[in-house]
């Protein structure tokens, strides 16, 4: 369980990034961090393994006082996948780069060896096991930072924005890394504006503005709720708007998706035919 | 009359390596048209936009076949700060186009280049920042600014060259989703009161396509699709990589269950407004 | 990192951050002539003390004495060093030696005071100008104004790549000596790669928008020497001439 108490955050150079946030987050949950930038996001998962250390409040991650610590004790429980693939890789190859964490944590080579081959397997990465990290396109860059934290099995695993500039196929890949993560049993935590990505998902969404937790709770709740969205700067997901716009009593506000929206209208609808704008 | 941009059998590969990325391209765009081009990632979007100003083949070398011509003049033949009187360039990073201490500085890199006089320079500096909404912030310096506000910028420095042409790479890759659409209704602005033809890449299709007037789709180096938006994406783009608005995919739920609909909805307004019409 | 801190431009409003880069630079050239001529401690306190109320004026009092206060270590590293070196040199304390440590501590705080405050006073923009209008390439120019633009984001950088690497379990303060230099392998590859990718970046935008197109380029700001910067020139000179012929060195 990761606990955050009451924490307040300011950077050195004065800037209140946090202003008093309470969170639990759970084993085995699903938890969406959602707000414009700025709100604060990264500044609360950098928390989390101990990158940042409140002004005031705690964060306690599994009972433990991230203060009593070190970043590397908890990097082995809590893995960050940043933003920037750019900013980590240096390895001559991609499996070096992968097993670079692995032996940072002190696992013995033959189980580096099985976990690389196992995780490159699983993102399609084997291929380009002895390739250069800088030879990859961009998606395959996302998939290798992403490959290199969950090698070793990190009990939280946070991406932070993992579905900036990804196409369809990509966002679709993500997805699936994220459901066989929670399948294990795990924490999936999921830092991202990318409200249509969050909608499929249907994860616990909290969501933050300027500093503070405006809203925690259900996707369904939270993302229907146009004033909050609107408070937090963000815009409403499209089903939602239409639902809105339709102003039909029968049509829920609450409605997130495509099929949900079928589901209401289907009944409702009356005339068939072609239809010219 | 000119066209904005031609393309004709386009073909290139960039330089040491062993494939094409672009593939026997062909394209004619008119002046005044708002071109969306999107498809995966790799596709080759990125490599046919800096065909349109002279990256390639002057800055990136490599192999080009084929014609590319940009406002009347052979890319081929015409070096880039030619170019870039008639076509503007907006890349991802916010904070790598910009490299001036002050905004208004950035604003007129291009014209100190150009040699351009110190009065009409002031000029053409206060009217882009006006129009893009920054005058305020002028005497900024590029680290005290958003992500948005460095767009905006970047856009501003591109503008006060006054080009015919804008192309834009994935300019709100970085941006959240409601600053991305205010980026996206500024250049709906620069297009339809400006006459400004606007050439974006980008992935976000929920918030762009309706200011498109036409929709290019590419797919491992060729363009597959070309169109009108709403018309396009009666197809099935998914394998295509292409984030298809979730709009859309209701309608053609919808045409799933009998329903024909000639020119599928952008907006939530149009789509309001068609289902209303349908539950009536 | 106090002492960088007094060299960062303040946007603050006052006679002496409108001079002109080269009058500034003229008074920062007597200074430093006069310092480096006199050892007499006496003198060199006199010039220190004559900075204060240009200080007062430009407004940046508190920056300036932080920028002091950060070097006071340094101040006292000086003397020490060059205390012992006259105790090892004469054999024994001597006025002398004395007098000598100070006049060395003096001159370091005055040089360190007189670049401050020109610091403090004008933009890297006037910086670069006055480079431009010295004829130096432009080439040059806007490779110290890209320098001077990209250091917070190369720091930023940095710090978002050691944040990376310590999440995947680098410690950097544990291990021997050679240990801990490999350790940076993981931090600098990555700050060096960026590094290049940025530069490609720049070029490409910088080609866009079309640098390189004529020799002689314009200029958005001119930088003219106003009736101030005469006078705030010939008082500099003067100074060093009075100095000069009241109390030869």
């Not at chain 1, 990465?125 to 969950?150: N, T």
């Amino acid at each position: 369980m990761i606990e955050v108490r009451d924490v307040y955050y300011t950077y050195p150079n004065g800037f209140t990034a946090l202003k008093g946030v309470n969170l639990t987050i759970r084993k085995g949950e699903c938890v969406a961090i959602m707000g414009e930038n700025g709100a604060g996001k990264t500044t609360l998962v950098k928390h989390f393994n101990g990158l940042l250390k409140p002004t005031r409040g705690t964060v306690v991650v599994d009972g433990v006082d991230t203060r009593e610590t070190s970043v590397a004790q908890l990097a082995r429980k809590v893995g960050l996948v940043f933003q920037n693939p750019d900013h980590q890789f240096f390895s001559e190859t991609v499996e070096e780069e992968v097993a670079f964490a692995l032996r940072n944590f002190g696992f013995p080579e033959d189980e580096v060896e099985r976990r690389v081959e196992k995780v490159l397997k699983r993102m399609g990465l084997l291929e380009y096991r002895k390739s250069s990290p800088f030879s990859l396109s961009g998606g395959e860059k996302k998939r290798l930072a992403i490959a290199s934290i969950v090698v070793f099995e990190p009990e939280y695993l946070v991406l932070d924005e993992p579905t900036i500039g990804q196409d369809y196929i990509q966002k679709v890949e993500i997805r699936r890394v994220i459901d066989s993560y929670l399948e294990t049993g795990r924490t999936v935590v999921i830092v991202t504006h990318d409200l249509e990505f969050v909608v499929d998902l249907r994860p616990r969404v909290v969501l933050m503005s300027r500093g503070r937790i405006l809203a925690d709770g259900k996707a369904e709740e939270i993302l229907s709720d146009s004033k909050l969205m609107d408070d937090a700067s963000l815009l409403l997901p499209q089903m939602t708007e239409l639902a809105y716009k339709l102003g039909n009593p029968k049509i829920p506000r609450t409605i997130l998706d495509e099929n949900d929206m079928l589901e209401v209208v289907k009944p409702l609808l009356k005339h068939r035919g072609v239809w010219r704008s | 009359m000119t066209k904005a941009i031609e393309v004709r059998d386009l073909s290139y590969r960039y330089e040491g390596s062993e494939r094409d990325v672009l593939l026997d391209v062909n394209l004619e765009v008119e002046k005044g048209e708002f071109v969306l081009l999107t498809g995966a990632s790799g596709c080759g979007k990125t490599t046919l936009c800096r065909c349109f100003n002279g990256l390639i083949p002057h800055f990136y070398g490599g192999d080009l076949r084929g014609e590319v011509y940009v406002a009347g003049l052979n890319v081929k033949d015409t070096p880039i700060h030619k170019l870039a009187l008639k076509v503007g360039f907006v890349f991802q990073n916010p904070d790598s186009q910009l490299f001036s201490l002050t905004v208004e500085r950035d604003v007129a890199f291009g014209l100190e280049n150009l040699g351009v006089d110190r009065d009409e320079m002031r000029l053409r500096v206060d009217w882009a920042l006006k129009t893009v909404g920054m005058e305020k912030y002028r005497y900024a310096a590029p680290y005290e600014l958003s992500g948005g506000q460095r767009q905006r910028v970047a856009i501003a420095a591109v503008l006060a060259m006054r080009p015919e042409i804008i192309v834009l790479d994935e300019p709100t890759a970085y941006l959240d989703p409601k600053t991305a659409l205010k980026i996206f209704q500024l250049l709906d602005g620069l297009n339809k009161r400006m006459g400004l033809t606007v050439v974006l890449v980008e992935h976000r299709l929920d918030l762009v396509s309706r200011y498109a007037s036409r929709l290019i789709i590419m797919n491992k180096g060729r363009i597959v699709l070309d169109g009108k938006p709403s018309t396009l994406f009666h197809d099935e783009l998914e394998e295509y990589g292409i984030n298809v608005p979730r709009l859309v995919r209701f309608f053609r739920k919808l045409e799933g269950i009998g329903y024909e609909f000639e020119e599928l909805p952008l907006t939530t307004d149009e789509a309001a407004e068609i289902i209303r019409r349908i539950m009536a | 990192m106090r002492v960088f801190e007094g060299l960062r431009f303040r946007r603050v409003p006052s006679p002496i951050h409108e001079l002109d880069p080269r009058s500034k630079a003229v008074y920062v050239a007597v200074l430093s002539v006069l310092s480096i001529v006199y050892s007499d401690p006496l003198i060199l306190a006199i010039l220190m003390v004559m900075q204060i109320p240009l200080v007062y004026i430009a407004k940046v009092m508190r920056f300036w004495l932080n920028s002091l206060r950060g070097s006071t270590f340094l101040a006292v590293f000086i003397f020490a060093v060059n205390l012992l070196t006259s105790y090892l040199y004469m054999g024994g304390f001597t006025l002398e030696g004395l007098l000598t440590a100070t006049a060395m501590t003096l001159r370091f705080i005055l040089l360190m005071g007189v670049f401050s405050l020109f610091f403090l006073t004008t933009t890297p923009e006037d910086l670069s100008l006055a480079l431009e209008k010295l004829r130096i390439p432009y080439d040059i120019c806007f490779a110290f104004t890209a320098a001077m633009r990209f250091v917070p984001d190369i720091a930023l950088e940095a710090q978002s790549i050691m944040d990376a690497q310590k999440s995947r379990g680098l410690e950097l303060e544990r291990g021997g000596f050679i240990e801990r230099i490999r350790k940076t392998l993981p931090i600098l590859v990555p700050l060096f790669i960026r590094s290049f990718q940025r530069s490609l970046e720049l070029a490409e935008a910088m080609e866009s928008r079309a640098y390189g197109a004529i020799e002689k380029r314009t200029s958005l700001y001119e930088l003219k020497m106003a009736r101030n910067d005469y006078v705030f020139m010939i008082l500099s000179i003067i100074l060093l001439t009075a100095t000069l012929l009241i109390k030869p060195p």
